[in-house]
């Protein structure tokens, strides 16, 4: 017989669209994955009635060993502001990240959900008193607020389901192999390889025309969204191009770059629509290529696309 999993999910600095975007699991949606996992849900605050009294009261019985709780998942960051008090986010009149460091100590799995919880995401610049951090991360910075040290009750670091919104599949994939006690490999920023182990480039459908470097310059057009309007598909480890949102489309699929949700420095303090350059050729390749090779190989392919798409993408480029 299956042991029951209990969860328990807190937001913090965040915006509730993580939540929102769980909710969009349809197939099958988020109830049925829980009951099938055999996990009972002991609070989500869009899924829960507990009263306020009912919640302190559960809240005290998981900090006191009377509730198992085996999953911790926080949404939102640690609001650690203003001047490191945490009064930006409180629970009942106090700091917010004293509850979240006393339920991260308790749980078998602590999941951080979202970018704002795994790296610190809107919030987390200097020029923003709110003092926002990952609950292990600061951006690329190991830390956080827990510290690199951290472990919970299963040995594991935070796991880190970055992504504004996550994407469904990623909470998805981590609990059903978590549930079932299975190993889960993480990259090297405490993501599950499983979903972030391949980039936003994978699958997209314009994969051709960045191969023969057939550029947009405006929206609306098909052709490859990287050397001008900013796409960050290249440099950006999820799955969109290969478990759609909604299982219909993904950003690039309907025309817009892909901004780099799930990296450590989102949201980056530029522009998202334009592509940075130097000399006319992006700062940022793609992960792992020689940039002086990267470049004249991309010069050759030009050169060489072939004429049927070349003359396609010349009309499209026209009208
Ligand atoms: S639009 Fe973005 S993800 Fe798609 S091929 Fe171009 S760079 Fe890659």
């Keep these: 017989m299956q042991v029951k999993k209990t969860l328990f999910w807190l937001q913090s600095g965040g915006c509730s669209g993580d939540t929102l975007s769980i909710l969009n699991m349809d197939d099958p949606d988020l109830f049925s994955q829980f009951q099938s996992m055999g996990i009972d849900v002991l609070w989500h605050p869009s899924l829960s009635i507990l009263s306020p009294k009912e919640q302190d009261q559960q809240i005290d019985d998981i900090l006191n060993d009377r509730v198992h709780m085996s999953y911790f998942c926080l949404e939102g960051n640690v609001a650690t502001g203003p001047d490191g008090t945490g009064m930006f986010d409180t629970y009942r009149g106090k700091p917010k990240k004293e509850l979240i460091q006393a339920l991260a100590e308790k749980a078998d799995y602590v999941i951080a959900i979202g970018t704002c919880a795994t790296f610190g995401g809107i919030g987390s610049y200097e020029i923003d008193d709110m003092g926002g951090v990952g609950l292990q991360f600061h951006h690329n910075n190991q830390g956080g607020y827990l510290g690199a040290d951290f472990r919970s009750v299963k040995n594991y670091p935070v796991i880190n389901l970055s992504g504004c919104p996550i994407h469904p599949k990623a909470l998805e994939l981590t609990l059903n192999l978590i549930v079932r006690d299975l190993p889960l490999?993480?990259?090297e920023l405490n993501r599950p390889k499983i979903y972030y182990g391949i980039s936003v480039h994978n699958g997209c459908t314009r994969n051709v025309s960045h191969e023969y470097k057939l550029e947009d310059t405006k929206?609306?057009?098909?052709?490859?969204?990287?050397?001008?309007?900013?796409?960050k598909g290249p440099t950006t480890r999820a799955s969109c191009n290969k478990y759609l949102w909604n299982e219909q489309s993904s950003k690039t699929r309907a025309g817009v770059p892909c901004f780099g949700c799930t990296r450590p420095d989102f949201p980056m303090p530029k522009p998202f629509f334009e592509t940075e350059k130097i000399a006319g050729t992006p700062i940022e390749?793609?992960?792992?290529?020689d940039r002086a090779q990267y470049?004249?190989?991309?010069?050759?392919?030009?050169?060489?696309a072939p004429e049927g798409l070349r003359k396609l993408h010349n009309e499209k480029h026209k009208k």
């Design 185 to 187: 490999e993480l990259d």
């Design 219 to 231: 929206f609306g057009e098909d052709g490859c969204l990287f050397f001008n309007l900013g796409c």
């Design 295 to 304: 470049l004249a190989y991309k010069d050759l392919a030009a050169a060489a």
């Design 285 to 289: 390749l793609p992960e792992g290529v």
